[in-house]
């Protein structure tokens, strides 16, 4: 059975540094595309960006570009979203998603979702 | 970029109403474009791919058509479980922007 398992909840302040994690099993990890979405307070859905956990090759949406990490360890089957600096803003839902790449591409299986909450 | 714009931004719907959600693009996408349904605390859940194509496990009574720029998902039988917040996303580029959502409401 295909799963994608998040971290936990987190907390922070302003200025703090964060890295989220999602674990893929029931499938070969190296050999699909995951990605990261983020979706705000009520709002809807964002991709921020991808990664190719065989080669580590990493695509970011402009708007993300600069902003975040995504990397894998594949030894491990996982993928990371890093932040070096949190802002307020960057409250949200964060969602992993593995990505099938035939007609165009889609994203199968989503994990459960990280709540990130910054607040002073 | 290109632009996906849902409509309607929300609806009201009986159980047992044949429901349809309209998503446009920008410029045209071909057929690379998804559904996705999500409930409240869920995470999004794939419906239809490359426009017209059931995902595996996913209730006949949802259908996607469409190509170049229109692209509609009917629900032909509106039941209890499907009230829930429904996205359209292109994959014309491999981040695909998603359209803002449509809520389907209890009538």
């Known amino acids: 059975e295909v799963q994608l398992v998040q971290s936990g909840a987190e907390v922070k302040k302003p200025g703090e540094s964060l890295k989220i994690s999602c674990k893929g099993s029931g499938y070969s990890f190296t050999t699909y595309w995951v990605g990261w979405v983020r979706q705000m307070p009520g709002k809807g859905l964002e991709w921020m960006g991808i990664?190719?956990?065989?080669?580590?090759?990493?695509r970011y949406s402009p708007s993300f570009q600069g902003q975040v990490t995504i990397s894998a360890d594949k030894s491990i089957s996982t993928a990371y979203l890093q932040w070096t600096s949190l802002k307020a803003s960057d409250t949200a839902m964060y969602y992993c998603a593995r990505l099938v790449a035939v007609a165009g591409t889609y994203a199968d299986y989503w994990g459960q979702g990280t709540l990130v909450t910054v607040s002073s | 970029d290109i632009q996906m714009t849902q409509s309607p931004s929300s609806l009201s719907a009986s159980v047992g109403d044949r429901v349809t959600i309209t998503c446009r693009a920008s410029q045209s996408i071909s057929i690379y474009l998804n559904w996705y349904q999500q409930k409240p605390g869920k995470a999004p859940k794939l419906l239809i791919y490359a426009a017209s194509s059931l995902q595996s496990g996913v209730p006949s009574r949802f259908s996607g058509s469409g190509s170049g720029t229109d692209f509609t998902l009917t629900i032909s039988s509106l039941q209890p479980e499907d009230f829930a917040t429904y996205y359209c996303q292109q994959s014309y580029n491999i981040l695909g922007t998603f359209g803002q959502g449509t809520k389907v409401e209890i009538k």
């Open positions: 990664i190719y956990p065989g080669d580590s090759d990493t």
